[in-house]
């Protein structure tokens, strides 16, 4: 049978998110484009390892906010939080399939913002105007609301200003970045996150609390 997509060359590779098979060259340019692959397809998975093999250095004019140094140590210092902050971001994905990595980059990108001027002791808050980039900017605010209100327990972590909140954002964009694939329906990033911050199955159905260690 031909394609169902190009309706050319012959079906050889199946398509979960099809449910039927494809040619090799339609799955290699439609993949994360116009097809919403799962992130369990075999061809993607493979994909995703020869792309970072094969990846290059982010060019300078790509990098997130360039200017702003964010040190090897402040986030080792911080990481129960990087690890906390990726459960609510995980489980907001869980809760809401169609997020992908572009999703995450406009939500992280105007909490950045969001931080970066309350650092200067300015208030300005501009959230997405799409409306799953905004319920997750206020989902990961939510979370940073959360961790403030722990702050004053004998067991909290170390208090975060909110320059340390938007160095951390910053990272974060710095990551997403790196792994995800830049395909429109992407969610490498989100499934690096997943593999290095395994949710509990608890968490994954009702929603993580920011765990003292």
């Not at 439609?30 to 995703?48: F, G, K, N, Q, Y």
């Not at 979370?143 to 160095?167: G, I, N, R």
Request: aromatic letters at 10%; one cysteine or more; a neutral charge.
């Amino acid at each position: 049978m031909s394609c169902p997509i190009c309706g050319k060359r012959p079906s050889k590779r199946f398509c979960p998110s099809k449910g039927e098979k494809v040619c090799a060259g339609c799955c290699g340019r439609e993949r994360e484009v116009t097809i919403d692959c799962p992130s369990d397809c075999p061809h993607l998975i493979t994909a995703h390892r020869y792309e970072a093999e094969h990846r290059k250095p982010i060019p300078p004019e790509e990098f997130p906010y360039r200017d702003v140094e964010v040190s090897e140590e402040f986030v080792y210092e911080r990481w129960p939080v990087v690890s906390n902050l990726a459960s609510f971001i995980l489980t907001f994905q869980i809760q809401n399939k169609d997020v992908n990595d572009g999703i995450a980059r406009a939500a992280l990108e105007a909490l950045a913002e969001t931080y970066r001027t309350l650092a200067t002791g300015i208030y300005y808050e501009r959230p997405p105007d799409a409306a799953l980039p905004r319920a997750l900017y206020a989902h990961i605010a939510e979370f940073f609301q959360e961790f403030h209100e722990q702050e004053s327990s004998p067991a909290a972590f170390p208090s975060l200003k909110d320059s340390d909140v938007f160095h951390l954002l910053v990272f974060l964009l710095r990551v997403l970045r790196q792994q995800s694939s830049g395909r429109p329906r992407s969610r490498a990033f989100l499934d690096f996150l997943r593999a290095r911050f395994p949710l509990p199955e608890s968490n994954s159905k009702e929603g993580p609390r920011i765990v003292i260690p």
